[in-house]
């Protein structure tokens, strides 16, 4: 992770400790030449920031610009709303009332100079799987923790992982005293199950499964 990158990523307000943006880095560098990422989760831009770093080093090696996809309505998870332990009053949209932190990760990625890498897409997770068409050589779900955001995004998105793609899953707590129970329960689970995908990496609450049987678009047992 190039030095000047990396301080934009600790500077970001968000949710991924170095350690995992650092292997999400590096599994991104390894993919990205193969096909565009996704990630749906945006929040600030935190993890967009480590993921974009390596499509930028990918389109400078290649020749071909490289992009990830970042999905989010931009209104915060349960847990991001007023009361809930990850509040942020600042990141509120003061006439309506709403959290909105879709400018604070624009600013984040522009100062970071990484808008021809990272690419958003403002809507319901759910809306924008539907009408999703494209292989992707790395998926990476940080979206909605509860049951059915979960259940929603292993459904709608963990099939279009691409033949030797990897699926990335954050908050996976395999022990229920470390956290909430839907990304380990709902998607890494379920995943596994499948048996599409192989588990090759973990660091802190982040697991790394590969594709390792059918392609892009077979749907998942
Ligand atoms: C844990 S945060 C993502 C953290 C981010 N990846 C980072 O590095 O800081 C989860 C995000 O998912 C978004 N989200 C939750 N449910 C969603 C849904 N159904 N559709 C789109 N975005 C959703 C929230 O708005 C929130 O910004």
């Known amino acids: 992770m190039p030095s000047d990158l990396l301080e934009h990523a600790r500077d970001a307000k968000g949710f991924m400790p170095e350690d995992e943006g650092a292997l999400l880095h590096r599994i991104a560098l390894e993919r ?20 974009g770093a390596a499509a930028q080093q990918v389109t400078a090696a290649t020749g071909t610009t490289a992009v990830v996809f970042t999905v989010d309505h931009h209104r915060g998870s349960e847990e991001n709303q007023a009361g809930w332990e990850h509040h942020d009053a600042s990141v509120v949209d003061p006439e309506l009332g709403l959290m909105d932190t879709l400018g604070e990760f624009r600013r984040n990625i522009a100062r970071a100079g990484l808008e021809d890498h ?7 997770s759910t809306s924008v799987a539907a009408h999703w068409r494209t292989p992707l050589s ?84």
Do not use: M, N
């Open 32 to 51: 990205l030449p193969h096909g565009p990422a996704l990630e749906v989760g945006t929040y600030c831009g935190k993890s967009g920031i480590y993921l």
């Open 118 to 124: 990272v690419i958003a897409i403002v809507g319901q």
């Open 138 to 221: 790395l998926l990476f779900i940080d979206g909605g923790h509860g049951e059915q955001p979960a259940r929603d995004d292993f459904a709608g998105w963990a099939h279009w992982v691409d033949a030797g793609g990897y699926l990335a899953i954050h908050d996976v707590f395999p022990d229920p005293a470390d956290g909430g129970r839907p990304p380990y329960e709902l998607i890494y689970l379920p995943a596994l199950a499948s048996g599409a995908f192989t588990e090759v990496e973990a660091v802190g609450s982040l697991r790394v499964l590969q594709r390792t049987s059918g392609a892009a678009g077979d749907p998942l047992a």
